[in-house]
């Protein structure tokens, strides 16, 4: 054995990472982080959107621009890319963490795990990267002021909401810093602790519409999308269509072009199962794939290219519906710096993993040259598995200050798996300074947000930027 490799890593005691944590409040007060006040150089936020959209297909733009121009919420949910060029001016205490990127209030939701138990947890990993845990929180936290602006919560309503989120990723980072690691990993909250967590925070009638909202995303799977997504033509099931938002590769495309396009997917489909274990593969292995169609997703990823696969298993009675999602660059990329990974289909699957207390079965990556002979990363994942989501419009401030308290935490437990707790415990304290702070940020950051929408609400009007109902 060599000199090098006899000799032990060396590794911060815990006491040395806590005054680490504790140093970085001298260079960056937590007060500090009430700060927003973009200069003149500011970039132009319909340029920034504008940049991300001759990337994506042409003739969805227009949707896109539509769903963000219907409120100041939309265009925020949308504009991850504009915050991110904020977020890279505001102060930060150095350490970093792996960052979801866009941690707004409605990608957390209910989830499946493997073992087919519900769990509350992130979802949406499009911009994930390594950089300040702060970004991540204050875009959580500006989510929730917008929000409640739309709903018509006061401020005094809105900054406790906002306050109790803060304060619960600070207490959660709390109790994950004196927690062994093996204990940090298998931290999950499922829906018993859900319920648990309910009484007392909010009312009998919310406690009911929770229960509800948990029967309803445990419909949500591969069988239920099978019954409302497809039709039997000639015999066969296929995707039906519902244009623009699902357009099955039969309408798409002429002949030719189809039937080249659907062997470049039954490859991706066989290629990506290597990007999965072993026992996934043969799983993967027992269905075929029968139809493709585009879809429409979400607001920000409009336009970008989006594919569901129909796969059928045992009979025409056992379906699989899997996503393709195209990944391109982090919107975070410019500000800390290009993935390690290759393949930005693998960067949004890595980081996933390490975020999330657990993953869809079907989670992997493939790059594929398409027909116009571009190569495109992907990532790729189950259409529906056990999904549900809040519907932030009818929350009221009891609710959304639950929900947030949830989300705060869940975030909390998302950025211990991968960055120094300890550390980021001992910087934000016991006290309140950072909640307050946050306050402060998300209001003043949620006063540029409507702005920013009012701009493009106005470039639509003038015909500026084109937008199309979808």
């Known amino acids: 054995m060599g000199q090098d490799q006899a000799r032990p890593v060396r590794r911060a ?51 896109r621009y539509a769903r963000m121009a219907e ?57 994930t990267l390594p950089g300040p845990w702060e970004w991540d929180v204050k875009r959580l936290a500006s989510s929730l002021v917008i929000a409640g602006r739309a709903n018509g919560f006061d401020g005094a309503q809105r900054a406790d909401i906002v306050a109790t989120a803060v304060r619960s990723y600070r207490e959660a980072m709390r109790r994950f810093a004196g927690m062994r690691n ?10 018993q602790r859900l ?10 009638r919310a406690r009911r519409g929770l229960d509800e909202a948990m029967s309803k995303a445990r419909t949500r799977d591969s069988l239920q999308a099978f019954g409302r997504l497809t039709e ?24 030719v072009e189809r039937t080249a396009l659907m062997e470049l997917f039954h490859g991706l ?43 059928l298993g045992r009979d ?24 390690r990974y290759d393949n ?3 960067r949004v699957v890595s980081g996933q993993r390490l975020m999330q207390a657990t993953s869809d079965i079907f989670l992997g990556w493939e790059r594929v040259e398409g027909i116009d002979g571009r190569r495109r990363d992907f990532y790729i994942r189950q259409l529906r598995d056990w999904k549900g989501i809040v519907v932030a419009e009818r929350m009221v401030p009891r609710g959304m200050r639950a929900f947030g308290e949830l989300c705060g935490a869940t975030l909390a437990r998302a950025h211990a798996r991968s960055g120094d707790r300890i550390a980021i415990a001992a910087y934000l304290g016991k006290r309140d300074a950072f909640d307050r702070a946050l306050v402060e940020f998300a209001e003043a950051y949620a006063d540029r947000n409507e702005r920013d929408h009012r701009a493009l609400v106005e470039a639509v009007a003038a015909g500026r930027l084109p937008a199309e109902a979808g």
């Open 13 to 63: 005691t815990p006491e040395e990472r806590a005054a680490a944590g504790r140093a970085a409040r001298r260079t960056t007060p937590r007060s500090a982080h009430a700060e927003y006040r973009p200069g003149p150089e500011r970039p132009d936020p319909l340029t920034i959107l504008a940049a991300q959209s001759a990337l994506r297909v042409p003739e969805l733009v227009p949707i």
């Open 71 to 127: 409120s100041p919420f939309r265009f925020y949910r949308g504009a991850a890319a504009v915050m991110a060029s904020d977020l890279a001016g505001t102060p930060d205490s150095g350490i970093r963490v792996q960052l979801c990127g866009d941690a707004h209030m409605l990608n957390f939701r209910l989830l499946a795990s493997p073992e087919r138990r519900l769990v509350f947890d992130i979802n949406d990993f499009d911009e």
């Open 182 to 191: 093996l204990d940090v990993w298998y931290a999950q909250l499922d829906s």
């Open 195 to 204: 319920r648990e967590l309910a009484v007392g925070r909010v009312s009998k």
């Open 232 to 255: 039997v033509t000639d015999g066969l099931v296929r995707i039906a269509a519902d244009p623009p938002l699902l357009v099955p590769i039969a309408d798409l495309l002429p002949e």
């Open 269 to 311: 489909v066989r290629r990506y199962a290597s990007t999965m274990p072993a026992d996934r593969r043969t799983l993967l292995s027992a269905f075929r794939l029968v139809d493709a169609a585009r879809k429409v997703v979400g607001v920000g990823s409009v336009g970008t290219r989006c594919w569901i696969f129909l796969l």
């Open 316 to 339: 025409g009675e056992d379906p699989l519906f899997l996503q393709a999602k195209e990944a391109g660059e982090s919107v975070l990329a410019p500000y800390v710096g290009a993935s």
């Open 344 to 346: 930005q289909g693998e």
